[in-house]
């Protein structure tokens, strides 16, 4: 589902278990927002995305009841959810985007970064921090040299490197020459394969070790 201000505001759902932070960031929202629900575990996020059908769902990673990470797996097909943490962990950002997340920002980011961001997810363009994109440059790097071969095609790592830099679509269609849009496609296709790859991580973990 993608929201766009001239149809109205962006129904949103704020997932956290500190109220204070909940309350901090519906007050920061503007009238291009209008909060829809709210929750402080993963079970009660869940229960109110399928309830109210928001257009976009900004969750901490860190939770009661499954976490994030719940959130996502059980609701990334309803709408977009971005994940809003303290959390600069590798490890952290790479399995919110296997579980399907559409976006991952610190909670340290400026709010008028993070309202740009949460608007560009629900408008269905993945968003992340360019220090957060960095990493996952470092995973193809990693992936690349495990298996001899790079899964990313030149063009995809021009664009992801640019992320990293923080430049914006626009500005990577003009440093390579290319439309905004099909650079927003080249970071959707970047961030399928890795959804793809981490995916398949879990699977041959799970194989190994005689896991269902």
């Given at each position: ?72 797996e059980a609701c990334a097909t309803m709408c977009p959810i971005v994940i809003l943490t303290v959390s600069e962990a590798e ?84 440093d390579l020459s290319i439309a905004p849009k099909t650079a927003e496609n080249h970071v959707r296709n970047i961030l399928g ?18 896991l269902d």
């Open positions: 589902m993608s929201a766009h201000p001239e149809t109205g505001p962006i129904r949103v759902v704020l997932a956290d278990d500190h109220e204070i932070v909940r309350a901090g960031l519906r007050g920061a929202l503007d009238v291009r927002f209008d909060v829809v629900g709210e929750a402080d575990d993963a079970e009660g996020a869940i229960d109110v995305v399928t309830a109210r059908s928001p257009d976009l769902v900004v969750s901490d990673l860190h939770m009661p009841r499954g976490g994030g990470l719940a959130v996502v490890r952290d950002l790479l399995d919110a985007i296997a579980a399907g997340a559409a976006g991952y920002l610190l909670k340290t980011a400026p709010i008028d970064e993070v309202t740009a961001a949460l608007i560009a997810a629900a408008a269905g363009e993945p968003v992340f921090s360019p220090s957060l994109a960095a990493l996952v440059l470092g995973e193809f790097r990693r992936m690349a040299r495990a298996t001899d071969s790079n899964p990313l095609t030149d063009r995809e790592r021009d664009v992801l490197q640019l992320v990293a830099r923080g430049h914006t679509y626009k500005e990577i269609g003009g394969k890795l959804h793809l790859s981490r995916r398949s991580d879990l699977v041959r973990y799970a194989v190994q070790h005689g």
